[in-house]
């Protein structure tokens, strides 16, 4: 595991969100950066000012890192994976090791099969709630909701987290980048 940029202790990370981004081979990894940072601004804008992190996993981390960092300017961290990635309950594992101790409000996520496989057991070991496929979120009477599809995508259900953790996957498309596309 490599940092990228120095973002200072872990205390200075408590209570922000961390989204995670997975590299593939031959794939950039840019344009799902840029939705999950999308989404961040919105949930800071919601839920109040907080720091923003991104976790990048995957063979080809180190070196889309610094890519992200330049294209994007969010704090990364890589973490290189062996082929296959970090899945199932051993994936889960060693992100809930990382994560625990830099104790976040939000890891957000894209909603894809590879959050299918982490999602669950990663809320099981932080404690958290987990919330799938969101689209959307809101505030009322001064709480947080997160809207996800319901019924063939006729109804949205609006779902409140009561732990202080919620692991989140984000709809893909629901939250695009503002302006241009900065993916390459």
Same mark, same amino acid.
């Given at each position: ?16 969100? =961390? ?12 344009? $799902?950066?840029?939705? /999950? /940072?999308? %989404? ?5 804008? @919601? +839920? ?5 992190? !991104?976790? !990048? *996993? ?6 889309? @890192?610094?890519? #992200?960092?330049?294209?994007?300017? #969010? $704090?990364? #961290? @890589? ?14 594992? *060693? /992100? ?8 976040? +409000? ?18 099981? %070991?932080?404690? +958290? ?7 959307? *979120? ?5 709480? !947080? %909701? ?11 259900? =609006? ?6 953790? +919620?692991?989140?996957? /984000? ?14």
């Amino acid at each position: 595991m490599s940092s990228t940029v120095d973002h200072g202790s872990d205390a200075d990370r408590a209570g922000g969100i =961390w989204l995670l981004g997975e590299c593939r081979p031959g794939k950039a990894v840019e344009p $799902e950066v840029g939705e /999950l /940072l999308a %989404f961040a601004q919105r949930l800071t804008a @919601a +839920a109040g000012p907080r720091p923003v992190s !991104l976790l !990048l *996993l995957g063979e080809t981390a180190d070196s889309e @890192a610094a890519a #992200v960092v330049k294209v994007w300017g #969010v $704090e990364t #961290v @890589a973490m290189a994976t062996p082929p296959g990635g970090a899945r199932g309950e051993a994936g889960a594992r *060693l /992100l809930a090791d990382f994560l625990e101790p830099r104790r976040p +409000a939000y890891v957000c996520c894209r909603h894809s099969s590879w959050s299918f496989d982490l999602q669950p057991a990663l809320a099981v %070991f932080l404690a +958290a709630a987990a919330i799938a496929g969101v689209q959307d *979120l809101q505030v009322r009477d001064g709480e !947080l %909701f997160f809207g996800r599809p319901t019924a063939g995508g006729r109804q949205t259900a =609006w779902i409140r987290s009561r732990t202080p953790v +919620a692991v989140i996957s /984000l709809q893909p498309g629901s939250c695009p980048p503002a302006g241009e596309n900065k993916g390459r």
